[in-house]
């Protein structure tokens, strides 16, 4: 089933591809909110069960889409998603997991593949799914299924708020959700740089959760490029990689924590760091991709 899904997919970058677009879309977000201390939340599943996920084959959508001709495998120096939401702020929730994959991911793949320039509501989606109270954190996949499942619906459709977060969705949210679902999901292989980058380069962002340690408050001596682990470790952290760039040899990174935090909203992870296992100094603990009809 999820195979067929993710076929009905590969019809859906004709859409993308064939549309010329004279600019990217900018999509309304949040309003933006300074704070001295960022949350996060972040919940990982164990390896095991990461491991029995569905894992995306890049080659495969790069030829459903590009064909075989040896230009179709060159990948640009540099590439950015289109379709991308002003940088949000999650404020006091550990809601990031929401923020990365409805605001961020879903956002984008809305944008990009059915032209729709509404951001998604993060609230929709951490308020179902948040392990306890508003500070608890939540996993990725809970996110990615509910989004399958339900789908999500707009910002404006269900506003943000820090301050509350046992509200659910009414009827007339679930209604609006339901139309804006992904087809499906996998697992990306992060030691693959060039898989990760012929994904973005198909306009699809990358959901990644890290483990988060002090290393954070020496960005700015890196040009906010993460390159290694250092000091005590802070949490876990969703965000969404969406873009590369080989003159800096780094992934770029849209964050939740405001445009006012690194550069404008974002950093960079080093490639090398990025492959990096867990288990030898890595942070990158899950990569997923989601697919939209």
Known sequence: MRNLKIATFILGLVFLFSCEKEEDIIVQGPQQENQKNHAMGALFVDDATYQSFDKVDADALVLKYKGKNASAKLLPSSFFVSGQPTVGNQGNEGSCVAWAT?????????????????????????????????????????????????????????PYTDTECSTQPNSYQKNAASTHKFISWATVNKSKIDDVKKLLSLNLPIIIGITVDQ??????NTGWILKK??????????????????????????????TSWADNGYFWIDYTFFKKSVYFGGVVE???VAYVQ
């Open 102 to 158: 409805a605001y961020a991911g879903a956002s984008i793949l809305e944008s990009n593949f059915k032209g729709i320039t509404q951001s998604r509501s993060p609230e929709y989606v951490y308020n179902q799914i948040k392990q306890g109270s508003c500070s608890s954190g939540s996993y990725i996949t809970d996110a990615l299924d509910l989004i399958e499942n339900q789908g999500v619906c707009s910002f404006s459709e269900m």
């Open 229 to 258: 682990r250092s000091g005590s470790v802070l949490g876990g952290h969703a965000i969404c990689v969406v873009g590369y760039d080989d003159a800096k040899q780094a992934f770029k990174v849209q964050n939740s924590w405001g």
């Open 215 to 220: 290393e954070f408050n020496n960005l700015q």
């Open 286 to 288: 899950e990569a997923y």
